[in-house]
C-alpha cells in the first residue's frame, strides 16, 4: 500500500504551486474534488472539470469563500468533438495553458464478458471517458504549454495497469492502460520542451467509484484525501511514476513468468464462471460507476 506519508506538508505544497493555474477533471467527487480543495488552499487557481455543473458551482463557491481563486468549467470528456475541443479553447482563451493538468475523470466498469457480449457500447464508452477524451484536450492544450516551455501532467491511473488483466475489468484496465501508454510516449516527447508527466498508479481509493464492489470494502485502501495527497506528491516532486513498491514487483514476475501468471489469473477467474454455464439469474450484472 502506498505510505500517506508522502504527501507534500502545506507549506511545501505552497511554495511549489502558489500563483500556478491547474486543471483538474473529475473535480466534482472524490480524489478530484479533494486535490483541488487542497492545492485551491495552497494559493493555486484551480480550474474545476466535470460534468455535474451544480457540484462544480458549489465547490468553486465554497473555494470563493475561503479565499481561494476558483473556476467551475462544466464539461462531458466523452463528448470527443464538442464540450471537449469547446473546453480546451475557453481554457486558452481565459486562463492560458495550465501550469499542470491533473488527469483524473474516470469512468469503471466491472462485467463479466459473458455479460458483455451484447454489450459494445461499454468498452467504447470507457474508451471514451479514460484515453480519447484526455487525448483530445491534451492535443489542444499541448501547444501553447511546449510554446512557453514548462507544464506538468498528472495521470491518476491504476495500479491494474502494471498487474495481470484482471478478470471482469477488460473494459477499465484496457482504456486506462491505453492512456498511460499514450502518455508515456508522448512525454518523451515533449520534455525537451519542459512539458513532463507522472503516472501515477493507484491501488485501492474507498471512493464512490469502488463503492459498488463489495469485495473491495474488505480491502485496507487510501481514502480520498490521502489520494489527494499522492497528487500533490507529483504535482510538487514531478517522478516519472509513483507506484505501490509490491506492484512494480509483481509486473516484474508478470513478465517473466508470464505461464504461471496467467495460470493464478485463470484460477481466480473460475470461481466466478465456468466455460459453457449459465450464470445464476440472481448473480450481480454490473457494476459501475462514473467519476
Not at 488552499?41 to 457540484?55: N, P
Not at 458549489?58 to 464539461?75: I, K, W
Not at 464508452?125 to 477524451?133: E, H, S, V, W
Request: net charge negative; hydrophobic share 45%.
Amino acid at each position: 500500500m502506498f505510505n500517506p506519508g508522502g504527501a507534500p506538508s502545506d507549506e511545501t505544497l505552497r511554495a511549489h504551486v502558489a500563483g500556478t493555474t491547474i486543471l483538474v477533471t473529475g473535480a466534482s467527487h472524490g480524489i478530484g474534488r479533494q486535490t483541488a480543495i487542497r492545492l485551491a488552499h495552497a494559493g493555486a487557481t484551480v480550474l474545476l472539470v466535470a460534468r455535474s455543473a451544480d457540484v462544480l458551482e458549489e465547490l468553486a463557491e465554497q473555494l470563493r469563500a475561503d479565499g481561494c481563486a476558483a473556476f467551475a468549467l462544466p464539461a462531458d470528456l466523452s463528448d470527443l468533438d464538442g464540450a471537449v475541443p469547446a473546453l480546451a479553447e475557453r481554457i486558452l482563451a481565459e486562463h492560458g495553458p495550465p501550469d499542470v493538468l491533473v488527469n483524473n475523470a474516470g469512468k469503471s466498469i466491472r462485467r463479466a464478458i459473458d455479460r458483455s457480449y451484447d454489450r459494445f457500447h461499454d468498452f467504447t464508452r470507457t474508451a471514451d471517458l479514460n484515453y480519447l477524451g484526455p487525448v483530445r484536450l491534451l492535443l489542444a492544450l499541448l501547444p501553447a504549454m511546449r510554446e512557453r516551455g514548462s507544464g506538468h501532467i498528472v495521470n491518476v491511473s491504476t495500479v491494474g495497469v502494471l498487474l495481470p488483466p484482471t478478470p471482469r475489468w477488460s473494459a477499465y484496465q484496457a482504456s486506462k492502460s491505453a492512456f498511460d501508454t499514450w502518455l508515456r510516449a508522448v512525454a518523451a516527447e515533449t520534455h525537451a520542451d519542459g512539458v513532463t508527466a507522472t503516472g501515477l498508479y493507484m491501488a485501492l481509493v474507498h471512493t464512490r467509484m469502488s463503492a459498488p464492489t463489495d469485495d473491495f470494502k474488505l480491502v485496507p485502501g487510501l481514502t480520498a484525501e490521502e489520494a489527494a495527497g499522492l497528487v500533490c506528491h507529483a504535482i510538487v516532486d514531478r517522478p516519472s511514476s509513483i507506484a505501490p513498491w509490491w506492484a512494480t514487483s509483481a509486473g516484474l514476475i508478470d513478465t517473466a513468468a508470464r505461464g504461471a501468471s496467467d495460470a493464478l489469473v485463470r484460477l481466480y477467474a473460475s470461481r466466478f464462471t465456468s466455460r459453457g454455464e449459465p450464470r445464476p439469474a440472481a448473480a450481480p450484472s454490473r457494476e459501475e460507476t462514473p467519476s
